[in-house]
């Protein structure tokens, strides 16, 4: 039977951090509607009117519904 | 004579209204007099009346009076289609009314459309519509909703809280001393509590600024809704008295909709701009993001006399509570002896000591004050008077001496002086028993003579035993509510919170030179948070720890249920006893007869909380506190004589008859019934509060008068020489706007009665029933139902199980929650696609909203047996049905993430760069490492890339600060869709709470059709489950070619007996051929005979059967079916959240069974009772396979010699491989042996053959 298997994920300990650096994300003020683009490690907070719930967009990629 | 206090909350509530109200109203008035018009032309047609049918009006008056059921929102009520044979007069009128409607435009559109409902008059009433008071006095119902009523009583109960107690509290702690300086002092002022704000808001600057938070805000964000405490202070620093004003000393929650609630007086419309639903009731808090309502608390009233013979022992008992002590003391009945019993005392005292100790030293007095005049109860008492010579206690201080020699000793005695006894008897006796009666200047009149008269109770019950006090009567239980806990909650706080600061102080002051001036102000700070964390948590967990009054309460408060708009509502008006469960007593759970009109007689839960758990009626309001001492002053001004120099002849004298307040005898009178007269007439002209209580109790000879908080009561119509107090002038004033509830209150024409005035009073349920003894009219029958069963459609016609049984499932019905259903995103969450509101409504319906936010569909039903899958209650629905959206819900699931933050600075991270495009599970994945909005997640898909740092301890190897990412090591830990029916991503929140943590909070959606067993029911508690989906060409039509959406078996009626779903049918049908809402309100509603008449005139049977031919052979069906709409609502539980199955799978590590459940894919268990049926049939290789092989399985090596276990084929004990054999055997047997093992005790296998040879 299956003996005592070391967890995988500790020692997979992630590599590539930095891709996600410099990369800036567009999120929806939840109050303005205004588009609030964040790097890591900003407040989240929206640029314009101060609100502090941020959506993220809607992807632009395709999906498909199956409409039942 | 004092006014009566003003009541800030309230008070604002109805001017408010009042304001709203008396806005112009013509516009609506007169368009709805046209559009009434037609309808008085055709009395037959609108007969229908959806009047309560109190009492059978002329044809005309219905006619007129009923005017339908339209609501007469100003267009509404001109385009809403009316019968079809109005149609041509309708547009005939037409033509005039668009110029009046241009003028008069802009006044509508200043009024919200909604705030219509709760107007008194919109069932299409114009101003000029005859008031008949029989049928329209039920108008003061939706007046009355508007200034009290069903979540009121919280938010009431919340504002006396923040306005009157806390200040109270802070009164009673006013002053803080220092033990090192005693010229030290600082003293609270003033206590108030500001709006609500952020915490980051708050601690920036003294200067405040208003917030713009909102409580859907702190929902997101996981926030406390809460707002500042702040106090002002005076204080000595050196040798001047400092005063500070708005100290902050920490957060209060707020409760939403109480007047310091930012929803407070907004309008509807603003309502939608703070994204807060105008049809929430209000009445919770916002805990770090949860709803948490603090359930209402019944308990036995406090500070009242109870006579109860428990085992055959009489005793009279008292709680007495006040803010500084909670005791209860006894006066028992043993071997025909009085005794007064406390938990003080080590053991019981004869009465006549106690008695002689308060004062009252002759026998004579003491006889006379307790059982009077009466030989009778003299010779009950007589032989008490045996102790004094036994003890040889015969005056006051040998009576002292002999109390305090018996009690208990509170702490060690100094040592070096005896005690005192007289000193602690008097102590004793003056705050400790009976602690509610005060003693001052040490006249101890007043609590001997309470002491007396519970002693006379007592002598009474034993005479007579049925004036032994009823525990179960409402009238003798108070409800607790927010208001009272959290107050208790402050009060346990706020002494803490000034224990701490005088230790802090007192810490400094005690050093003998300081370097600087002393200023108490900076350590008012220095402990910061302590209040705020303790109320909050409190709030969120709900165990009330208070060390004061010893207790340990948890489950206070519960989250608030938003699985539909009616089980928030049914939430809000819960109430919990405080009996344990176990007990196997009916008397608790059985319904009262005096919960009339104020508890709910159908809603209850099944099982064990039967009848513990029991809800408000409509029409209830619950008492807030009341001064006693203005109501004290009238009794005397009203001639009553004090009590305290009454003697016993003038106390129990004939005709005597003595006046109690909040059950504290104080005053005599010889004319009670004049005296409760003039008292209500007091009260009637808004002299004294409207909720002070008199009643008189014809047994004791007492009128008792209650200003107590927690008593539950009605308002009642007045009736004065056999006539009401309501007539059509009011009620049109009413209608007019000129007046409302609380005008009807001051002009005396409606009154509050609680429970024991209500059991003083004869009511009448109608006006035809009135007569010269009448004191009360019924505002309406139906409030006898509370606002969860009174969705139900003629519950008055079904037997009551089922009303019950609805009430359990109402709020279980998938519909919409509120209007920011959208914007709030809750753990789970159930919608139905296209709700509506049902066809067959009742007064409730609308009083509390339900048609705004329903939850069902008006479901075409045939009666009658199709195919066979529709046994057992099961259902068949129509595909094409379920094609066009019927019973089509969507599901929301919420899956939250918070980006921690660890103590070495390091906190949780994002981490896009560890997407890998390789793994299909990572594809949906965007590129700020969460999943897309808008994705499909199935199985297994990681839905967010999160990252852990390795290392979180403060105690890292470099020490000290580890900023993230510096370096450190990080773990993934990404979060994957675990469930096996796919689901899209509908929105992702980013938001931060209060400590800067982020929180992710992903929000996934499911849209799902019935499908085969999925739960339905209709409003009677007649659930089912989908049975079959059939097509449509399968089913069967009508001869106009209507098909049923639900075939229901008809073996559904007989045994259950909902003759209320068969009118429901009925009426719904009437309403759908004419176009009318239709009424099934309780003792009312629509009329069958109307209905048949409809259906007849419709060209349909008037029984509401119809001709169908069978989809599947196309002939007549051999019988005529019963075939209409009935409202059906979709339960909670669906297939898809049990589908569950196994073969193999995860197995717990402990026992190596299988897991138990579906969500650890846990396997099917064979159970005890199933095992006994394999035993009783003897299949033991069945039952090895099932609980054995199938399960956990194991092999051990056991040695034949010792017996116990080895391995390898060793046995370790005997030191051979001799006679080692392998057995199978269960992992958890192997387990407990090894378990036993651990405790010393051996267990020794014994082997023998599995298969003998002889």
């Given amino acids: 039977m299956s003996g005592y298997v070391p967890p995988t994920s500790t020692a997979a300990a992630t590599t590539t951090t930095s891709t996600g650096e410099g990369r800036s994300v567009d999120y929806t003020c939840g109050d303005c509607n205004a588009a609030v683009s964040l790097k890591r490690g900003e407040p989240i907070r929206c640029r314009s009117c101060g609100h502090r719930v941020l959506y993220k967009q809607r992807t632009n990629r395709m999906v498909q519904f199956e409409a039942r | 004579?004092?006014?009566?206090?003003?009541?800030?909350?309230?008070?604002?509530?109805?001017?408010?209204?009042?304001?709203?109200?008396?806005?112009?109203?013509?516009?609506?008035?007169?368009?709805?007099?046209?559009?009434?018009?037609?309808?008085?032309?055709?009395?037959?047609?609108?007969?229908?009346?959806?009047?309560?049918?109190?009492?059978?009006?002329?044809?005309?008056?219905?006619?007129?009076?009923?005017?339908?059921?339209?609501?007469?929102?100003?267009?509404?009520?001109?385009?809403?289609?009316?019968?079809?044979?109005?149609?041509?007069?309708?547009?005939?009128?037409?033509?005039?009314?668009?110029?009046?409607?241009?003028?008069?435009?802009?006044?509508?559109?200043?009024?919200?459309?909604?705030?219509?409902?709760?107007?008194?008059?919109?069932?299409?009433?114009?101003l000029t519509d005859p008031i008949n008071t029989a049928t329209d006095k039920w108008n003061l119902l939706p007046a009355f909703l508007k200034v009290k009523g069903l979540v009121k009583q919280h938010i009431d109960s919340f504002n006396h809280f923040v306005d009157v107690e806390l200040k109270k509290i802070v009164e009673a702690n006013r002053v803080v001393h220092s033990d090192a300086d005693d010229k030290f002092f600082l003293r609270y002022t003033d206590i108030r509590v500001l709006k609500p704000n952020r915490i980051d808001e708050d601690n920036k600057d003294m200067k405040y600024k208003e917030s713009n938070i909102t409580p859907n805000e702190c929902r997101l964000r996981d926030l406390t809704y809460a707002a500042p405490i702040v106090v002002d202070i005076e204080y000595r620093r050196g040798n001047r008295i400092v005063r500070r004003k708005d100290i902050r000393i920490g957060r209060l929650p707020i409760m939403l909709r109480s007047n310091k609630c930012v929803l407070h007086g907004r309008s509807n419309k603003d309502m939608g701009l703070l994204n807060e639903c105008e049809i929430d009731p209000g009445g919770y808090f916002v805990v770090r993001g949860q709803e948490k309502v603090i359930l209402v608390q019944e308990q036995l009233s406090k500070n009242r006399v109870i006579v109860e013979s428990a085992k055959g022992i009489m005793q009279a008992s008292v709680t007495s509570s006040t803010h500084e002590r909670k005791s209860k003391t006894y006066v028992i009945l043993k071997k025909g002896r009085l005794y007064l019993r406390h938990n003080i005392l080590?053991?019981?005292?004869?009465?006549?000591?106690?008695?002689?100790?308060?004062?009252?030293?002759?026998?004579?007095?003491?006889?006379l004050l307790v059982a009077g005049e009466d030989t009778i109860y003299q010779d009950q008492f007589a032989p008490n008077f045996e102790a004094c010579t036994r003890e040889n206690v015969y005056t006051q201080q040998q009576a002292l001496e002999y109390i305090g020699s018996k009690i208990k000793m509170m702490r060690k005695p100094s040592g070096y002086q005896r005690?005192?006894?007289?000193?602690?008897?008097?102590?004793?006796?003056?705050?400790?028993?009976?602690?509610?009666?005060?003693?001052?200047?040490?006249?101890?009149?007043?609590?001997?003579?309470?002491?007396?008269?519970?002693?006379?109770?007592?002598?009474m019950a034993m005479h007579d035993p049925t004036l032994v006090d009823d525990r179960d009567y409402v009238g003798n239980k108070r409800l607790e509510l927010a208001g009272q806990m959290l107050s208790i909650l402050f009060e346990d706080h706020f002494k803490r919170f000034n224990h701490e600061f005088k230790m802090n102080i007192d810490k400094v002051l005690k050093k003998p030179n300081r370097a600087s001036e002393f200023d108490a102000y900076d350590h008012m700070h220095l402990h910061g948070n302590h209040l705020t964390m303790g109320i909050e948590r409190a709030l969120s967990t709900?165990?009330?720890?208070?060390?004061?009054?010893?207790?340990?309460?948890?489950?206070?408060?519960?989250?608030?249920?938003?699985?539909?708009?009616?089980?928030?509502?049914?939430?809000?008006?819960?109430?919990?006893?405080?009996?344990?469960?176990?007990?196997?007593?009916?008397?608790?759970?059985?319904?009262?007869?005096?919960?009339?009109?104020?508890?709910?007689?159908?809603?209850?839960?099944?099982?064990?909380?039967?009848?513990?758990?029991?809800?408000?009626a409509l029409m209830t309001h619950i008492t807030t506190e009341d001064e006693e001492d203005p109501v004290r002053k009238l009794?005397?001004?009203?001639?009553?004589?004090?009590?305290?120099?009454?003697?016993?002849?003038?106390?129990?004298?004939?005709?005597?008859?003595v006046v109690f307040v909040n059950g504290t005898p104080i005053a005599v009178t010889r004319t009670p019934k004049k005296f409760l007269t003039d008292f209500r007439r007091f009260r009637r002209i808004g002299r004294i509060s409207e909720f002070v209580s008199i009643y008189i109790n014809h047994h004791h000879n007492g009128v008792h008068i209650a200003t107590d908080e927690g008593r539950i009561c009605r308002p009642l119509i007045i009736v004065e020489r056999g006539r009401t107090k309501v007539t059509a002038r009011y009620l049109k004033a009413l209608r007019k706007g000129t007046m409302n509830f609380d005008d009807f209150l001051t002009r005396g024409l409606v009154e509050y009665l609680d429970v024991n005035e209500e059991n003083d009073s004869n009511i009448s349920v109608y006006e035809k029933d009135i007569n010269e003894h009448t004191t009360h009219l019924e505002v309406e029958p139906f409030t006898i139902l509370g606002a969860v069963a009174g969705l139900i459609p003629y519950p008055h016609h079904n037997q009551s199980p089922r009303n019950t049984y609805q009430c359990a499932m109402g709020k279980q019905a998938i519909g919409s929650i509120a209007y920011n259903q959208f914007t709030r995103i809750d753990t789970l969450l159930y919608l139905m696609v296209y709700?509506?509101?049902?066809?067959?409504?009742?007064?409730?319906?609308?009083?509390?909203?339900?048609?705004?936010?329903?939850?069902?569909?008006?479901?075409?039903?045939?009666?009658?047996?199709?195919?066979?899958?529709?046994?057992?209650?099961?259902?068949?629905?129509?595909?094409?049905?379920?094609?066009?959206?019927?019973?089509?819900?969507?599901?929301?699931?919420?899956?939250?993430?918070?980006?921690?933050?660890?103590?070495?600075?390091?906190?949780?991270?994002?981490?896009?760069?560890?997407?890998?495009?390789?793994?299909?599970?990572?594809?949906?994945?965007?590129?700020d490492g969460i999943v897309e909005v808008g994705m499909e997640l199935a199985k297994d898909d990681v839905y967010l890339l999160k990252a852990t740092p390795a290392n979180t301890s403060i105690y890292s190897v470099s020490g000290g600060a580890n900023p993230h990412g510096g370096g450190g090591e990080w773990r993934d830990t990404h979060s994957s869709y675990k469930l096996p029916d796919p689901c899209y991503v509908d929105k992702i929140m980013v938001a931060e709470n209060d400590n800067q943590t982020r929180i992710i909070k992903i929000q996934t959606r499911q849209t799902r059709r019935p499908e085969l067993g999925d739960k339905f029911s209709s409003r009677h508690g007649q659930k089912g489950v989908v049975g079959i989906i059939s097509p449509q060409a399968d089913m069967p039509f009508s001869d106009d070619g209507v098909t049923p959406d639900i075939i229901m078996n008809p073996h559904g009626f007989p045994s259950r007996m909902t003759v209320g779903k068969m009118m429901e049918l009925l009426s719904g049908k009437a309403g759908v051929l004419e176009g009318t809402q239709q009424y099934g309100t309780a003792f009312g509603g629509s009329k069958v005979e109307d209905m048949a008449m409809i259906l007849l005139k419709k060209g349909f049977s008037y029984s509401g059967k119809d001709y169908l031919t069978s989809g599947i052979t196309g002939e007549a069906l051999p019988s005529y079916v019963f075939f209409g709409p009935i409202y059906y609502q979709k339960l909670k539980h669906m297939v898809q959240d049990k589908l569950h199955s196994r073969a193999r799978g995860p197995r717990a590590t402990l026992t190596r069974q299988p897991t138990e459940g579906r969500s650890r894919d846990g396997g099917l268990r064979l159970g005890e009772m199933e095992r006994d049926c394999l035993i009783a049939y003897g299949a033991s290789q069945l039952l090895l396979e099932r609980l054995m092989v199938s399960s956990d399985a194991?092999?051990?090596?056991?040695?034949?010699?010792?017996?116990?276990?080895?391995?390898?084929?060793?046995?370790?004990?005997?030191?051979?491989?001799?006679?080692?054999?392998?057995?199978?055997?269960?992992?958890?047997?192997?387990?407990?042996?090894?378990?036993l093992a651990s405790m010393n005790v051996k267990v020794k296998l014994g082997l023998g053959e599995e298969f003998p040879s002889g």
Wanted: proline share 7%.
């Fill in chain 2, 1 to 126: 004579m004092p006014p009566r206090p003003k009541k800030p909350g309230p008070t604002e509530i109805g001017d408010a209204a009042a304001k709203a109200a008396r806005k112009p109203r013509a516009p609506r008035g007169s368009k709805a007099g046209d559009a009434t018009a037609p309808d008085a032309a055709n009395p037959s047609q609108s007969g229908a009346s959806d009047t309560i049918n109190v009492k059978p009006a002329k044809p005309s008056t219905t006619a007129e009076s009923s005017a339908p059921a339209v609501p007469a929102s100003g267009e509404t009520a001109q385009d809403a289609p009316r019968g079809g044979n109005n149609a041509v007069e309708e547009t005939s009128s037409r033509p005039a009314k668009p110029t009046r409607k241009r003028k008069e435009q802009p006044v509508p559109a200043a009024k919200d459309d909604f705030s219509n409902l709760l107007e008194p008059f919109y069932y299409g009433k114009s």
């Fill in chain 2, 419 to 459: 005690r005192n006894y007289q000193h602690e008897a008097i102590e004793c006796l003056a705050t400790i028993v009976i602690t509610h009666v005060p003693v001052f200047g040490m006249n101890f009149r007043p609590k001997a003579l309470y002491v007396a008269f519970m002693a006379r109770r007592v002598l």
């Fill in chain 2, 835 to 927: 709700p509506q509101k049902p066809m067959v409504s009742t007064r409730t319906i609308e009083l509390i909203k339900y048609d705004k936010l329903p939850a069902g569909q008006n479901a075409t039903v045939a009666v009658m047996s199709y195919s066979g899958y529709d046994i057992e209650d099961a259902l068949v629905l129509n595909k094409a049905s379920v094609d066009r959206g019927f019973g089509r819900c969507q599901v929301f699931k919420k899956m939250a993430v918070q980006l921690k933050n660890y103590a070495n600075g390091a906190s949780d991270m994002i981490n896009a760069g560890a997407r890998d495009a390789t793994n299909p599970n990572h594809s949906k994945i965007g590129g």
């Fill in chain 2, 635 to 657: 009794v005397f001004i009203l001639g009553a004589e004090d009590i305290v120099s009454a003697s016993g002849y003038e106390i129990h004298g004939v005709g005597a008859y």
């Fill in chain 2, 542 to 616: 709900g165990n009330w720890n208070l060390k004061r009054f010893k207790m340990e309460r948890a489950g206070v408060t519960h989250l608030l249920s938003r699985l539909s708009y009616i089980s928030a509502i049914g939430m809000m008006t819960r109430i919990s006893s405080q009996f344990e469960k176990t007990r196997k007593v009916s008397g608790p759970r059985a319904l009262q007869p005096s919960q009339f009109g104020m508890l709910c007689p159908s809603d209850t839960p099944e099982g064990e909380a039967c009848g513990l758990v029991k809800n408000l």
């Fill in chain 2, 1194 to 1235: 194991h092999e051990v090596d056991v040695c034949e010699k010792c017996g116990q276990m080895g391995y390898q084929g060793w046995c370790q004990a005997c030191k051979t491989g001799e006679g080692v054999s392998k057995i199978t055997m269960p992992y958890a047997a192997k387990l407990l042996l090894q378990e």
């Fill in chain 2, 346 to 367: 080590n053991e019981e005292i004869p009465i006549v000591f106690i008695l002689k100790a308060m004062g009252i030293q002759s026998d004579h007095e003491i006889i």
